[in-house]
């Protein structure tokens, strides 16, 4: 088949097709991926790694952090490749070059590669599975206390538009053990909840929740489950296949 604008098969069809390793990059990653040495945390590293100003001490990463200078310098690359030859890039290159992203994600995080979309950050991936969900007057959304405030804020206003009931648990701090955390769920979850929601590192308090527990509690009793995992990638291992620890 032809490929471009007007003959390229769906991003799905391309997952199944393409093999990831016959996919040269326009460019050398490794000449701006740091190296694998141990870093000396502190000064050296922020003064070597980030974009900060020095003047300043940053440090709430957990609103609006700052990209790994490597990072952000392998970004300006894929930015100037593309306006290079714009046409030739986005019609040509882009899709086989975002199926190979979308491949080797899915293996780092274990799940088949076509469940695996991506999106501009997390909180659009949140709006289209809140809004996707088809509530009715007297359904519950379930959620904790600890959940980011802009994703109790959607909630409370998808629950308003549809006649439904935000139903927010306060979670004691500081949460004892995980089994704690599972056993108030159980204890506070509604009957017949339509969705529950929970971080699996929750923002303000660094909280790495028992999502593998909650999710099975929660299927136990026919609830879907909406993990926010906003601060999860990178930060823990992930495992999205069966069985996996989330």
């Known amino acids: 088949k032809g490929f471009g604008s007007f003959h390229s098969e769906n991003v799905e069809h391309l997952i199944r097709r393409i093999d990831i390793d016959d996919i040269e ?3 050398s990653v490794a000449q701006v991926v740091a190296d694998d040495s141990l870093l000396d945390f502190g000064k050296k590293t922020k003064e070597a790694h980030y974009l900060l100003d020095p003047s300043w001490t940053f440090v709430n ?17 894929w930015r100037r490749h593309a306006e290079s030859q714009p046409l030739k890039f986005i019609d040509r290159e882009l899709f086989p070059h975002i199926v190979q992203t979308i491949k080797r994600l899915s293996r780092h995080v274990n799940c088949e590669a076509t469940d695996l979309v ?3 950050n997390a909180t659009t991936a949140l709006n289209a599975v809140i809004n996707s969900i088809s509530l009715e007057p007297g359904d519950t959304i379930f959620f904790l206390d600890c959940t980011y405030a802009s994703l109790k804020k959607l909630i409370r206003a998808v629950c308003e538009r549809n006649g439904a009931r935000a139903v927010e648990q306060k979670l004691p701090m500081p949460a004892r053990d995980w089994d704690s955390i599972v056993q108030l ?3 506070s979850l509604p009957v017949g909840c339509k969705l529950a929601v929970f971080d699996h590192i929750t923002s303000n308090e660094g909280l790495l929740m028992p999502v593998s527990a909650l999710v099975r509690l929660c299927r136990e009793r026919g609830v879907r489950v909406l993990i926010d995992g906003a601060h999860g990638l990178g930060a823990t291992a992930l495992d999205l296949g069966p069985g996996g620890s989330g």
């Not at 990463?61 to 690359?77: N, T, V, W």
């Open 185 to 187: 769920v159980e204890q």
């Open 61 to 77: 990463h957990g609103a609006f952090g700052s990209p790994l200078r490597c990072a952000y310098d392998l970004a300006e690359k």
């Open 118 to 120: 991506l999106v501009q």
């Open 25 to 27: 990059l326009p460019f």
